[in-house]
């Protein structure tokens, strides 16, 4: 069967993770992905915490596969030439420069409009267009912390207390899958009106994106003067004085409570941990799984208003419960009475899920240098497609291909080599 974005003819002038991550996606499904890089070099990530010698490392493959790569120095006017011609051919061009650099190197969306009317131009910045800091140049960490992500996340008192960053790539991956439905969206709409457009997600917007419950929250402070979810209700108010949203710790970020409770080998293993989650409609069999129904009938617990000042009881009374129990164990038994719970799951544990492989979010993919890598493959799963990861490009792989594929004679291939243009 064709893949869906088969005809999709996609630049992709991106690099490092927040722009390779969506481009990668739509070649998944089936675009023709150029990924253009600087001849020599190509992107960073290439060489960036390489853990084989003169193999592209980890960083790249993971983030690059399916795609096509085409090596083009777009400062040379012969590599400049080689640009216009694909703009001239493509339907997308993606780009996560730093700001003013698509400009600086000629390409204003003036000019890519000019060449290719239907041309969907689509960035990714740190800040949005307009904004007071729009010209910074901006990593995950910083995203995370100019997006909201950082002041919600972590302790409120303590020595760690201070705003913490988190594993999960919310700065660049999320900007990427963001970008990728703002893209597809465009290519819809210029089936309708034949005309392209500029896409753009600052990496601010798509954290704040989704932090909306801590903004949530935010309101909700400023009209009410608490937040009675928290664990710091109602014993620790003064966290709420200021009327700014306080971290919460492993505090479920929804209407329900939860937390991170210890398990069998907690004391030796770094994630013998499970997730509780107190769903309110779930009380009554969380009271027989614990082999506490009395807890059923006593008002100090039946609502969850009722039972907040108890949460750390209640905390406590399931760890008591599961002290002699593995996750894996704890988690079988609360499932038996459909209560919200999961182990934490270490890297490892999560690369040899047998469940994961299954379902192709774990993959193994051949390389011609490296043998062969591990790596995610889509999260999005389909009933008529199965999208197959193949492996990243190396540097220059399908320079010659693209470039006759744009009409260049083996001899002109030659001579664009020559002055280091490709
Ligand atoms: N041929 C010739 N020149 C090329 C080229 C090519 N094929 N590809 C890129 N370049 C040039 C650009 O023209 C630019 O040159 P100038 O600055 O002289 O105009 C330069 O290479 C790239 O600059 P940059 O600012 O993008 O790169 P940087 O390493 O200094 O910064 C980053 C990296 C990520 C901080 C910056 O690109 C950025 O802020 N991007 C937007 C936000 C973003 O996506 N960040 C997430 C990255 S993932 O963590």
Redesign the pocket.
Known sequence: MSKPLEGIKIID???????PACTQLLAWFGADVIK????GAGD?TRSQLRDIPDADALYFTMLNSNKRSL??????QQ?KEVLEKLIRESDVMVE???????D??GFTWARIQELNPGMILAS???FSEGHHFED?????NV?QCAGGAASTTGWWKGENSGPTISAA?L??SN?GMHLAIGILTAYVGRLKTGKGQKVAVS?QDAVLNLCRVKMRDQLRLDRVGYLEEYPQYPHEMQYFEDKVVPRGGNAGGGGQPGWILKCKGWETDPNAYIYFTVQGHAWDPICDALGRPEWKTDPAYTTAKARQPHIDEIFATIEDFIKDKTKFEAVDIFRKYDIPCAPVLSMKELLHDESLRKSGSIVEVPHKVRGSYYTIGSPIKFSDLKPEVSASPLLGEHTDEVLAGLGYTPQQIAELREIRAV
């Open positions: 002038f991106t690099h490092v993770q927040a722009g253009v890089e600087r001849p960073v090596t083009l120095d777009t400062k040379t590599g996560n420069f730093g700001p003013g650099a698509l600086r190197m990714v910045k740190g910074l140049k901006v990593y995950e995203a790539a700065g660049d900007t990496m």
